[in-house]
């Protein structure tokens, strides 16, 4: 089956630990997009990548990061200097940055 | 910067009526836009796209127009389900590159 996988679906993360979530796709897709999502504010761009080895902020990067060392891989990182990361984070795909966006399963971030 | 408004926040209708959801954005200089299905605590399914150039696509029972000068995309589905309960989202594509989302409308088919 070709799609969008998104692991782990929870996972929590301590006072000033970094925790890294992971993207992974089949679809053969040049573009790919990281996203949270907090109640009531719908979907906010994190980082988007359009191309391997290349990728551009979005409007909330501060206190993330990112790597695009292969195609089908968009791992995103959540540093301790993100200081409110409790959120719904939701990796996409698309053919290129004009086309459909297709959109993994979700991870939850928690904080203990 | 884009900003993309989707009113009612929530929308309760009985089975078997047709409804209409609405997106407002506020630049008209966009390259599409997308619909999007999200069931709670699941990713989002993309339902229609469309493009700058067209006023309207179509899959089953979902019809989506595109109205770029006034700013505004409706989503009509008819003969509504239970199963069509879900969170709806419009999300447009600008001469960036990345979209930009509204914060859905939640929607309740009752049997």
């Known amino acids: 089956d070709g799609g969008i996988t998104q692991s782990p679906k929870y996972l929590f993360r301590k006072e000033g630990q970094n925790v890294t979530l992971s993207c992974e796709q089949n679809?053969?897709?040049?573009?790919m997009y990281w996203y949270r999502q907090d109640p009531g504010q719908g979907l906010r761009l994190i980082y988007y990548?359009?191309?391997?080895?290349?990728?551009q902020k979005g409007d909330i990067a501060e206190g993330y990061s990112v790597s695009r060392e292969k195609k089908e891989s968009f791992p995103l990182t959540v540093t301790s200097a993100q200081k409110n990361p409790t959120a719904f984070y939701l990796c996409?795909?698309?053919?290129?940055?004009?086309?459909?966006?297709?959109f993994g399963p979700g991870t939850r971030l928690l904080v203990l | 910067k884009q900003e993309v408004t989707q009113i009612p926040a929530a929308l309760s209708v009985p089975e078997g009526e047709n409804l209409v959801l609405n997106c407002s954005f506020t630049?008209?200089?966009?390259?599409?836009l997308q619909w999007f299905r999200q069931d709670p605590g699941k990713g989002l399914t993309s339902l229609l796209l469309i493009q700058s150039s067209q006023r309207e696509q179509t899959s089953g029972r979902l019809n989506a127009s595109l109205d770029k000068s006034s700013g505004r995309s409706t989503l009509y589905i008819a003969a509504s389900q239970p199963g069509d309960s879900a969170t709806y989202l419009c999300?447009?594509?600008?001469?960036?590159?990345?979209?930009?989302f509204g914060t859905g409308t939640s929607l309740t088919v009752i049997p």
């Open positions: 990548s359009q191309i391997v080895n290349d990728f």
């Open positions: 996409a795909s698309s053919s290129g940055t004009q086309e459909t966006q297709y």
């Open positions: 999300a447009v594509k600008g001469t960036g590159n990345q979209f930009y």
């Open positions: 630049d008209s200089a966009i390259y599409n």
């Open positions: 679809l053969n897709h040049d573009a």
